[in-house]
């Protein structure tokens, strides 16, 4: 790391205490802003790149997905929302919920926490970034758009083939254990769905950054914490009149993830609808009627050579 220079290294070795580093990286960092700062002192306070990455990786994780989910837990045990939940015969009781979420912890504990500590050195190996300054706003967001498209792409065509009958049996099933999702349910799924799915969110930015060798870590930790916010506001169940997709139409959202759940084919997308429009993998009862409407005509224009 760029910060991480013999001098500075010396200038802390002996000092105790995470605070006592953030002082002193900011007295020989004047330039960078608060969170560099506090980014700088916790790898130099912790002494192992790799183990601060692991722990930083896991805890975000950790908070961001329980974290987020939690509203929508309060939303659910509040009668007034329930007009705004799109299928609301079914609202998940605390147990379900309760259910769902020890199952989704020891998933991330025995799944996902071995495969975050191996992130750190496939990331650097393939030229990942960890160091300060952090990369300008600009990047940040034109990466983050190129992952969320890819990632889409990647969802799409798995999911689609995860509903392919001994796939679904065996891997996809468990994931639809809930026809009416809700929050927590983003992350139900099998260990093996866990880990194909998880490549389009992990997998994405490491192809990226070793083409490009332009790809820093807190970059990745943005578009995962928008990512998790996406999967988990998929499968909220709800959707408000102030809800992404009615600003922005190609957004898919709850309203377009709920679909997929009740009937369990079509809308296999993650983040956009283009793909489903595409390839006419669009579910819900409009997509229905258009697609026999359209059959209909072709039936009539053949009839009328």
């Given at each position: 790391?760029?910060?991480?220079?013999?001098?500075?290294?010396?200038?802390?070795?002996?000092?105790?205490?995470?605070?006592?580093?953030?002082?002193?990286?900011?007295?020989?960092?004047?330039?960078?802003?608060?969170?560099?700062?506090?980014?700088?002192?916790?790898?130099?306070?912790?002494?192992?790149?790799?183990?601060?990455?692991?722990?930083?990786?896991?805890?975000?994780?950790?908070?961001?997905?329980?974290?987020?989910?939690?509203?929508?837990?309060?939303?659910?045990?509040?009668?007034?929302?329930?007009?705004?939940?799109?299928?609301?015969?079914?609202?998940?009781?605390?147990?379900?919920?309760?259910?769902?979420?020890?199952?989704?912890?020891?998933?991330?504990?025995?799944?996902?926490?071995?495969?975050?500590?191996?992130?750190?050195?496939?990331?650097?190996?393939?030229?990942?970034?960890?160091?300060?300054?952090?990369?300008?706003?600009?990047?940040?967001?034109?990466?983050?758009?190129?992952f969320f498209v890819l990632e889409d792409t990647w969802h799409y065509w798995l999911h689609r083939a995860l509903h392919y009958g001994p796939l679904y049996k065996n891997i996809h099933k468990l994931h639809h254990t809930y026809s009416a999702p809700f929050g927590l349910v983003a992350e139900y799924?099998?260990?093996?769905?866990?880990?194909?799915?998880?490549?389009?969110?992990?997998?994405?930015?490491?192809?990226?950054?070793?083409?490009?060798?332009?790809?820093?870590?807190?970059?990745?930790?943005?578009?995962?914490?928008?990512?998790?916010?996406?999967?988990?506001?998929?499968?909220?169940?709800?959707?408000?009149?102030?809800?992404?997709?009615?600003?922005?139409?190609?957004?898919?959202?709850?309203?377009?993830?709920?679909?997929?759940?009740?009937?369990?084919?079509?809308?296999?997308?993650?983040?956009?609808?283009?793909?489903?429009?595409?390839?006419?993998?669009?579910?819900?009862?409009?997509?229905?009627?258009?697609?026999?409407?359209?059959?209909?005509?072709?039936?009539?224009?053949?009839?009328?050579?």
């Amino acid at each position: 790391m760029a910060m991480a220079s013999a001098m500075l290294n010396s200038t802390i070795a002996g000092i105790n205490g995470y605070s006592s580093v953030f002082e002193e990286v900011s007295k020989l960092n004047v330039t960078l802003n608060v969170v560099e700062r506090a980014w700088a002192a916790w790898y130099l306070w912790m002494q192992n790149d790799v183990l601060a990455t692991g722990i930083m990786s896991f805890v975000l994780h950790e908070v961001v997905y329980f974290g987020r989910s939690l509203p929508w837990m309060i939303i659910d045990a509040i009668p007034y929302f329930n007009k705004y939940k799109l299928q609301n015969q079914k609202v998940p009781t605390w147990r379900e919920q309760a259910e769902c979420a020890a199952l989704v912890l020891l998933q991330h504990c025995t799944v996902e926490l071995p495969q975050i500590w191996l992130f750190h050195p496939i990331a650097t190996f393939f030229g990942m970034e960890f160091g300060v300054p952090f990369p300008s706003l600009a990047k940040m967001a034109l990466h983050i758009a190129i992952f969320f498209v890819l990632e889409d792409t990647w969802h799409y065509w798995l999911h689609r083939a995860l509903h392919y009958g001994p796939l679904y049996k065996n891997i996809h099933k468990l994931h639809h254990t809930y026809s009416a999702p809700f929050g927590l349910v983003a992350e139900y799924a099998s260990p093996i769905e866990v880990m194909l799915l998880a490549f389009g969110s992990i997998g994405s930015p490491i192809i990226w950054v070793s083409i490009t060798g332009d790809l820093h870590l807190v970059t990745m930790y943005a578009w995962i914490v928008l990512r998790l916010f996406q999967a988990i506001d998929a499968h909220s169940g709800y959707d408000f009149p102030w809800s992404l997709h009615h600003f922005l139409p190609i957004w898919a959202g709850a309203e377009h993830h709920d679909v997929h759940h009740e009937r369990f084919i079509g809308n296999y997308a993650s983040s956009f609808r283009w793909w489903d429009y595409y390839m006419d993998t669009e579910a819900g009862p409009e997509a229905s009627k258009k697609r026999r409407e359209r059959k209909l005509a072709e039936i009539k224009s053949k009839k009328a050579q």
